[in-house]
């Protein structure tokens, strides 16, 4: 059974803190992405990584950036939290991109205060 | 560039009774069309996709969904729904190295 599994359910950061977002696949997929998900405004794409050490900008990079050392691990930063950035993570991981289906985590729910 | 539109945000119906989310895409290339359900307090999953061949795709819970490229629609149909279809619905496109989603569709059934 294809699991994408992330660290926390559950998250409360204060303004300014360093966050750290962990997501672990176990299907040796070589790509992984991380969105964030908003009432109204369905899934928006952060970051992806379509191998280790790789990454590329999604749609709404500012203020985040990931780090993929090992090719089941994609971690997502927040170097200064802000209240804009309460939301809903969700990590997913794919085959390939375009045409292959992406696999999602749980997510992580982030309140910053 | 492509995009996704959900026309509806929410839609309400009876346990039974038959349903359909709508779905409009834009792309100026040749599309792959997926849809999502999520349910309460879950991630992500896939219910069915459109790579290619037959417009009519079926997936899983008895879900189904058409492609119509005059129409630039791929909506999702059910015959007749139960209680634990209650979710939210994603449809997606990808036309390239990432999927864009739409805003999502919260389909509530009511006994």
């Known amino acids: 059974d294809v699991k994408v599994t992330q660290s926390s359910r559950y998250l409360v950061k204060r303004t300014g803190e360093k966050v750290f977002l962990e997501c672990v696949q176990d299907m040796d997929h070589e790509n992984m992405f991380w969105y964030r998900q908003d009432p109204g405004l369905g899934l928006r794409l952060i970051y992806f990584?379509?191998?280790?050490?790789?990454?590329e900008k999604g749609d709404i990079p500012e203020g985040y950036s990931v780090s993929r050392e090992k090719k089941e691990r994609f971690s997502l930063i927040l170097e200064s939290a802000s209240t804009n950035q309460t939301s809903m993570y969700l990590c997913?991981?794919?085959?390939?991109?375009?045409?292959?289906?992406?696999?999602f985590g749980p997510g992580t729910r982030l309140t910053v205060t | 560039a492509q995009s996704v539109t959900q026309l509806d945000s929410q839609v309400p119906v009876f346990e039974e009774a038959p349903v359909e989310l709508r779905c409009n895409y834009s792309s100026s290339v040749s599309v792959y069309l997926f849809w999502y359900v999520q349910y309460p307090n879950q991630g992500l999953q896939l219910l069915l996709k459109y790579l290619s061949g037959s417009t009519l795709v079926k997936g899983i819970n008895g879900f189904e969904a058409e492609f119509n490229k005059s129409q630039t629609s791929f909506h999702l149909r059910k015959p007749s729904v139960h209680i634990s279809d209650t979710a939210e619905y994603f449809c997606?496109?990808?036309?390239?190295?990432?999927?864009?989603f739409g805003a999502g569709t919260i389909l509530r059934v009511k006994s």
């Open positions: 997913a991981s794919g085959k390939g991109l375009g045409l292959y289906e992406q696999y």
């Open positions: 997606a496109v990808s036309g390239g190295n990432k999927l864009v």
């Open positions: 990584s379509y191998d280790v050490k790789m990454k």
